[in-house]
């Protein structure tokens, strides 16, 4: 793995296997009493959150809490960015603290991928525009191996918004990259052009979704109405809405969050021993110390005994 | 045709021999290693190799194993004066254009203020009277401020010396507007340009839409933004009976069109920048903002579409398209930097490379391209002949240039060939009769405005 993470391509599946044993292994540790380790201790871990984010921001914190490191949370509002600063004024202002790493979430691609040109810091992607979110894909695949074993030859439907979803984009990626197929389902307004080059298929209806071993459920934004990718909500969850009726029984349902309930997914649905949605969140802290881990002490040292 | 239109400073004209140069001029039909004398700024003799003497006081400089060609002409840049000469301003730009062997620049109108005013065409034709290195015209804007709602005074523009009129960066969004330029232009003259792009397809887009688009979820435009608008507006020029010229074609959808609407006569031409011709959306999977512009890079089907264009002629010419920023300003995340590459340094050496040194297409044809985005506004194509006035260019086919190595002459780097070794290096560049620009190894110096008055 490179000195950062910025993408699900940093990673090969040996990469993310690691990843997973190591996550395992934190897992272990979140359920202790006393929830801490003191890998990290000494170093600071900087947060800089430019979008509105709380599971994510909030699993970062408590990640790097748990490995004992100094934590500073940025958020945009209320800050110097708030003020007009660069981000490249911000990210290097930050740096003269030394932090070991900077997680940043913006609403802009590519802005994680920027900032490892301004700083010493390892850069972890927290979600870049409707680019990339790496870790929300790792720790969909930790997920998945928790409760199957593995992702070996299991078909993944991704539905709804793939167009400005930075979790399908990942998701695409790790899924496949772990051995399952994917198909990507949602109206032709929300799949983008050319999407199959990503390795996946793409389907414009859930006539087919009992095919599916598991069915992730995308968040639709009630932005997309306004600008005519959906005529109304409704016309969606009428063709799009994961629900038990379209839903057979073995299947396992995902969400990123937050949900839009009785939209995309049917409360029924969200509520049904199907869905792993607790499970996912749970699993956001143990993978997020993971990646922290392997970052700032795991490759190093391997490379030091090398 | 004249060059009347053209504005820049005066300079000692030229006193050069010029020796055993592989002369390249396809339109004068030379293809062979000669001796060139250069005397009072005129074209003297082309000779034998080794067969002039010296006159006293020419400099002589050995050309072995170097190419001469008419020197490049470049329809489409971007000054940024007046207004953003923290870009580029007139003196940097065609400094920039100097280093790349251009003898003829054509400026687009999308400053601050716009050249969409007679008094602002007037201060900017005098400045460039006393500022500019290689001989530059200008184009006025069609519409107040390029806001596609009142015609601007075309024919007065005109005659202050606009060469034609564009609101390049920008479509003429209403057809009866544009409607409207087109039947103004049997008074005003001059050429109209166009940037074609629909606003409502390319919607927030800022990079091809396709197979790249979709890896990195950044909004895509799509080719037919592009291709429509050409459609439209080739379709009033027919009824109008008007000449327009498309600017920077990038996709296959736009270069098909232009073929159509050539076949039915329809006085249309088109030109292809560098970089649509080296470059691909590939290339923007980095997200380098230097790879952003407008119109983006497409897919290699594009590509190959736009370099087969220029081969059969349907793109009339090559233009770059120099397009400086701050580095402030591309230092932000891709999708919030603005768009643009310069170009004029690095024109003739990337399409060398990418396209000539391989064989995709010849020499001589690029040459060809190189030259004639001046004719289409009418202004004289350069010519290596005995008798015209010296506008040529000494090429180094062989050396290497690490792009940006050694720094920029333009006032901006953000360059999209920044970093990559490209092959053709300019040793010499002689405009309007004068050396405007020589490299360290050509054994002479450029003179510098003080140095001529």
């Given amino acids: 793995m490179s000195r950062h993470l910025i993408s699900i391509d940093d990673l090969d599946r040996a990469g993310i296997e690691r990843i997973l044993d190591l996550a395992r292994s934190f897992a272990e540790v979140s359920g202790r009493e006393i929830k801490k380790v003191p890998a990290l201790r000494g170093r600071t871990v900087v947060n800089l959150f430019y979008e509105a984010s709380t599971r994510t921001s909030s699993s970062f914190e408590l990640a790097a809490k748990r490995l004992s490191a100094d934590v500073v949370n940025i958020r945009s509002a209320g800050s110097s960015v708030d003020k007009g600063e660069s981000l490249k004024d911000t990210v290097q202002t930050l740096s003269a603290y030394e932090p070991a790493a900077i997680v940043i979430r913006s609403p802009w691609a590519g802005a994680a991928q920027q900032i490892t040109h301004w700083t010493d810091a390892a850069v972890v992607n927290a979600g870049d525009g409707k680019h990339e979110h790496p870790t929300q894909a790792l720790l969909d695949v930790f997920t998945l191996t928790q409760a199957l074993g593995s992702l070996e030859g299991l078909n993944i439907w991704i539905v709804g918004d793939v167009l400005h979803s930075r979790v399908a984009r990942s998701d ?5 990259r772990m051995g399952a197929s994917v198909t990507v389902c949602g109206p032709p307004t929300l799949i983008p052009r050319q999407i199959d080059a990503l390795g996946c298929a793409s389907q414009d209806t859930l006539a087919n979704l009992r095919e599916a071993d598991v ?18 909500l409704r016309e969606y969850a009428q063709r799009y809405q994961v629900n038990l009726p379209r839903l057979r029984a073995g299947q396992l349902v995902m969400h990123p969050g937050p949900v839009n309930r009785g939209v995309e997914l049917s409360g029924d649905a969200i509520d049904s021993n199907m869905a792993l949605i607790g499970a996912q969140v749970k699993s956001g802290v143990a993978v997020r110390m993971a990646v922290l881990y392997e970052l700032l002490v795991g490759a190093p040292v391997l490379q030091a005994v090398a | 045709m004249s060059d009347s239109k053209l504005f820049h400073r005066q300079a000692r004209p030229a006193e050069l021999l010029i020796r055993r140069a592989h002369v390249l001029d396809p339109r004068a039909g030379v293809d062979a290693t000669h001796d060139v004398l250069i005397r009072g700024g005129e074209i003297a003799e082309l000779g034998e190799p080794g067969g002039i003497t010296a006159p006293s006081g020419a400099t002589v400089i050995e050309a072995d194993g170097q190419h001469l060609f008419p020197a490049f002409v470049d329809p489409h840049v971007h000054l940024r004066t007046p207004g953003q000469e923290y870009k580029e301003n007139i003196e940097t730009g065609t400094a920039a254009a100097a280093a790349g062997g251009f003898c003829q620049l054509i400026a687009m109108p999308n400053t601050s203020p716009t050249v969409d005013q007679v008094s602002v065409l007037k201060a900017l034709t005098a400045a460039a009277g006393e500022q500019a290195a290689v001989p530059t015209g200008f184009l006025a804007a069609i519409t107040i401020g390029l806001q596609g709602r009142e015609l601007t005074e075309m024919a007065a523009l005109s005659d202050t010396g606009a060469l034609g009129f564009t609101d390049d960066g920008k479509p003429v969004v209403s057809a009866g507007m544009l409607r409207k330029a087109l039947q103004y232009q049997r008074l005003a003259g001059g050429v109209i340009a166009l940037h074609e792009e629909d606003p409502d397809l390319s919607g927030d887009g800022v990079m091809h839409e396709g197979a790249v688009s979709a890896r990195l979820g950044v909004a895509g435009i799509p080719s037919i933004s592009e291709s429509t608008m050409i459609d439209r507006d080739a379709a009033l020029a027919r009824y109008e009976g008007a000449r327009v010229h498309f600017q920077h074609i990038s996709a296959v959808e736009s270069v098909e069109a232009l073929q159509f609407w050539r076949s039915t006569g329809t006085r249309v031409s088109g030109e292809a920048t560098p970089h649509h011709l080296t470059l691909t959306d590939e290339d923007l999977l980095g997200l380098d903002s230097n790879f952003k512009m407008n119109p983006p890079l497409r897919a290699e089907a594009d590509r190959q579409a736009v370099i087969e264009g220029l081969r059969t002629g349907v793109l009339e010419c090559i233009a770059t398209d120099h397009a ?4 402030h300003e591309k230092e932000q995340p891709f999708e919030q930097a603005p768009m643009g590459t310069t170009g004029l340094e690095t024109s003739f050496m990337a399409v060398y490379t990418a396209l000539v040194k391989p064989g995709v297409l010849p020499l001589s044809l690029v040459i060809e391209r190189m030259t004639s985005g001046g004719a289409l506004y009418g202004l004289p194509i350069p010519r290596i002949a005995a008798g015209e006035r010296a506008n040529v260019v000494l090429v180094d086919l062989e050396r290497d240039w690490v792009v940006g190595e050694g720094g920029y002459a333009s006032r901006s780097h953000n360059c999209c060939f920044h970093g ?9 560049t002689v405009a309007a009769g004068s050396v405007v620009f020589a ?3 050509a054994g002479i110096t450029t003179p510098s405005p003080e140095e001529v008055s």
Avoid: C, N
């Fill in chain 1, 172 to 176: 695409i990626l790790a899924f496949q």
């Fill in chain 1, 215 to 232: 069915v992730y459920v995308l968040r639709m934004q009630h932005e997309r109405m306004h600008d005519s990718y959906v005529p109304t």
């Fill in chain 2, 324 to 327: 400086p920023h701050a580095r």
């Fill in chain 2, 420 to 428: 990559r070794r490209l092959s053709g290096v300019v040793e010499l």
């Fill in chain 2, 439 to 441: 490299s360290r190894g």
